[in-house]
């Protein structure tokens, strides 16, 4: 019965565990771990498995749970990029992002990398000094060497990037953007893991893309925007291919 905001939610891989991330208050947060085999429907209880308080807040920017269970990660209201092993608590990762670039503000976790002990990062910057242009770059924390390194080889975007998912088996990515000032292209954007290098950008957006998914067997993509809409896109052919918007809590038009 306690009053708290729920900012974020993860699941596993396996859909056991529900890590959720909870404020009293802006100062504070905690991630708590719930086991949903020890739900009870019947009687409309869950057991907690497991309170992991933090220090520093955390609904700055959405957390991310490792597809193995075993990390959280996520960026603080102190501007800190923290990864947190759910079985030591301890924090294991701990990186000033101010000292970074100049729109720190603006950084994503995005995902963990499938198949290594990474994760990727959106770092935006003004464009070659222009305030009104930005560009976001790619980076990765490794979680074993507690270090950030900015790819400057790796595919750049326009605007800031708001969301990104891999595919099952991590040769793809998918990031959507968003602007700052001045008008931008709103756009999907898939890229070959593999060589690093960008495959296409798929328009059909008119505002910032929150979010993308790859569908589990690979062949399409899903982006929401707060344009409203959420799009399905052929990864094939590159080629939006249905658009729907919401008319009510149960009804979508195509």
């Given at each position: 019965?306690?009053?708290?905001?729920?900012?974020?939610v993860?699941?596993?891989?396996?859909?056991?565990?529900?890590?959720?991330?909870?404020?009293?208050?802006l100062?504070?947060?905690?991630?708590?771990?719930?086991?949903?085999e020890q739900?009870?429907?019947?009687t409309?209880?869950?057991?907690?498995?497991?309170?992991?308080p933090?220090?520093?807040?955390?609904?700055?920017?959405?957390?991310?749970?490792?597809?193995?269970?075993?990390?959280?990660?996520?960026?603080?209201?102190?501007?800190?990029?923290?990864?947190?092993?759910?079985?030591?608590?301890?924090?294991?990762?701990?990186?000033?992002?101010?000292?970074?670039?100049?729109?720190h503000?603006?950084?994503h976790?995005?995902?963990?990398?499938?198949?290594?002990?990474?994760?990727?990062?959106?770092?935006p910057?003004?464009?070659?000094?222009?305030?009104?242009?930005?560009?976001?770059?790619?980076?990765?924390?490794?979680?074993?060497?507690?270090?950030?390194?900015?790819?400057?080889?790796?595919?750049?975007?326009?605007?800031?990037?708001?969301?990104?998912?891999?595919?099952?088996?991590?040769t793809?990515?998918?990031?959507?953007?968003?602007?700052?000032?001045?008008?931008?292209?709103?756009?999907?954007?898939?890229?070959?893991?593999?060589t690093?290098?960008?495959?296409?950008?798929?328009?059909?957006?008119?505002?910032?893309?929150?979010?993308v998914?790859?569908?589990?067997?690979?062949?399409?993509?899903?982006?929401?925007?707060?344009?409203?809409?959420?799009?399905?896109?052929?990864i094939?052919?590159c080629?939006?291919?249905?658009?729907?918007?919401a008319?009510?809590?149960?009804?979508?038009?195509?």
């Open positions: 019965n306690e009053k708290t905001f729920l900012f974020d993860q699941i596993s891989n396996d859909g056991e565990t529900v890590i959720t991330n909870k404020s009293y208050n100062e504070g947060s905690y991630l708590v771990r719930w086991k949903l739900h009870n429907l019947a409309k209880t869950t057991t907690l498995k497991q309170e992991v933090n220090n520093e807040a955390w609904y700055s920017g959405k957390i991310m749970l490792s597809p193995d269970g075993k990390y959280i990660a996520g960026k603080t209201t102190a501007h800190r990029y923290q990864v947190l092993d759910l079985e030591s608590k301890e924090i294991v990762v701990d990186i000033d992002n101010k000292a970074l670039r100049n729109l503000n603006l950084s976790v995005l995902s963990f990398i499938p198949n290594t002990n990474q994760i990727l990062l959106s770092i910057d003004f464009k070659e000094g222009n305030f009104m242009e930005v560009v976001s770059s790619l980076a990765i924390i490794d979680i074993d060497k507690a270090t950030l390194d900015i790819k400057t080889d790796y595919p750049s975007f326009e605007g800031w990037v708001m969301s990104g998912h891999f595919n099952a088996d991590g793809k990515l998918v990031v959507g953007n968003d602007d700052y000032f001045g008008e931008i292209k709103w756009q999907v954007s898939l890229v070959d893991w593999e690093k290098q960008l495959i296409c950008n798929l328009d059909g957006h008119n505002s910032g893309v929150s979010h998914r790859f569908e589990p067997k690979g062949k399409r993509i899903y982006s929401a925007s707060l344009d409203g809409f959420i799009n399905t896109w052929d094939k052919s080629a939006l291919k249905a658009s729907m918007i008319m009510n809590d149960l009804d979508y038009l195509i």
